[in-house]
């Protein structure tokens, strides 16, 4: 009788107990158990996730029921419910990053000091559902295409549309400082604009181009522009902008392109808009690969180093760069001392899923 299951990606699920893991008898259960409970109300609501993901399993829908009804001790919760599985990658080991929303300067209007468009998704863009595959003209590897009335089309990578492929349109929903500002907008998927006069605006994640992901300081790197122990987010910014003509091929390097909506529904205090469809909570919400993990599982990450590893995270968001069983990207919250907390995470970590035990 084998110890191990088979997991998602090739992985091997290998059983832990809860008392093995590092920092579990210490964790903010309540916290991680607020958390788990927004997935469950959305999940209760059945409102739409932005980006589409796997399917939660019957036993996780099982256990989202199970939270909303919760009285207990929420240790008690995720002990009853979960049996926690260490992943085993089929290469490596698990890997973190971090990411967060970014507060920048901007304005809602055409505004001299603040010249780089940013668009609203094209109403003739569309996704390609989870799992689908796109028109047979379009390359199998693009997850979104262009529906004209001659047929699908590929959409545009990042030069095109930088260059006015859009120009025209009235897709212009706000207006940043600097093409920088907005490339790692892109990255982050969501941003709080402070206006000119004063107050502020929510920008969130609308679609994307499809175009695969690349990383650009993977690339600043391999041309030898800045020490690999340099590439974290603020000294890249301080590269791009030094350099602007270096800066901008690399940037276009990545075709990836994001699309955002201004959402005046959200309070100060909540955070932004994740793939899932709800608020991500700071120190508790990841992104993890949707094609293998559905929205709402539990994730213990056990890490070394200055992170706030070592406690118990919900999947509640995804990212084209996340890919692998063992990957996930920790959402900070919002600001300068955010990001700076999150470009500095590349961290190995162990990662164990919380299983549900219901049948």
């Known amino acids: 009788m084998t110890d191990w299951r088979p997991g998602p990606g090739g992985a091997r699920l290998e059983p832990r107990a809860f008392a093995t893991l590092p920092g579990w008898e210490s964790d903010d259960h309540a916290a991680a158990f607020a958390a788990f409970r927004l997935s469950a109300d959305h999940d209760r609501k059945a409102e739409p996730a932005l980006r589409q993901g796997l399917a939660p399993d019957p036993a996780l829908r099982k256990a989202f029921s ?7 001790a929420p240790k008690a ?5 979960f049996a926690p599985f260490a992943i085993q990658p089929e290469t490596g080991s698990g890997f ?7 507060e920048l300067m901007g304005s809602l209007a055409p505004h001299p000091d603040y010249p780089v468009p940013v668009l609203a998704r094209p109403p003739e863009l569309v996704t390609v559902p989870q799992g689908g595959v796109p028109p047979v003209q379009i390359n199998p590897s693009l997850q979104s295409y262009m529906e004209t009335p001659h047929g699908p089309v590929p959409a545009p ?3 095109d549309i930088e260059d006015g492929y859009f120009a025209g349109r009235g897709l212009e929903i706000a207006w940043l400082r600097d093409r920088v500002d907005l490339f790692f907008m892109h990255v982050q998927g969501s941003a709080r604009l402070r206006l000119p006069g004063g107050g502020t605006a929510r920008l969130v994640y609308a679609g994307r181009n499809g ?8 690339l600043i790197v391999a041309e030898g522009h800045l020490p690999l122990e340099q590439a974290t987010l603020g000294p890249l910014k301080d590269w791009l902008r030094r350099n ?3 800066g901008r091929r690399i940037m276009r ?18 955070g932004p808009i994740g793939a899932a469809g709800h608020s991500l909570i700071p120190l508790r919400s990841i992104a993890v690969d949707r094609t293998l993990w559905s929205y709402g599982l539990p994730f213990f990450i056990a890490a070394e180093g200055d992170l706030p590893a070592n406690r118990l995270w919900i999947a509640q968001d995804t990212g084209s760069a996340i890919v692998g ?5 920790l959402f900070f919250g919002s600001g300068e001392a955010a990001g700076l907390q999150a470009g500095s995470v590349r961290h190995r970590a162990e990662m164990i899923v919380l299983w549900p035990r219901i049948s």
């Open 157 to 159: 990578g990042r030069a």
């Open 211 to 218: 175009h695969p992901y690349t990383s650009i300081g993977r």
């Open 66 to 72: 199970q939270a909303l009804t919760w009285n207990a």
């Open 325 to 329: 069983p063992a990957r996930a990207d």
């Open 244 to 246: 602007p003509a270096e």
């Open 253 to 270: 390097l990545n075709h990836s392109y994001i699309f955002f909506g201004v959402d005046t529904s959200l309070a100060p205090e909540d």
């Open 77 to 81: 919760f995720f002990e009853s419910v």
């Open 96 to 102: 973190l990053t971090g990411y967060f929303e970014p």
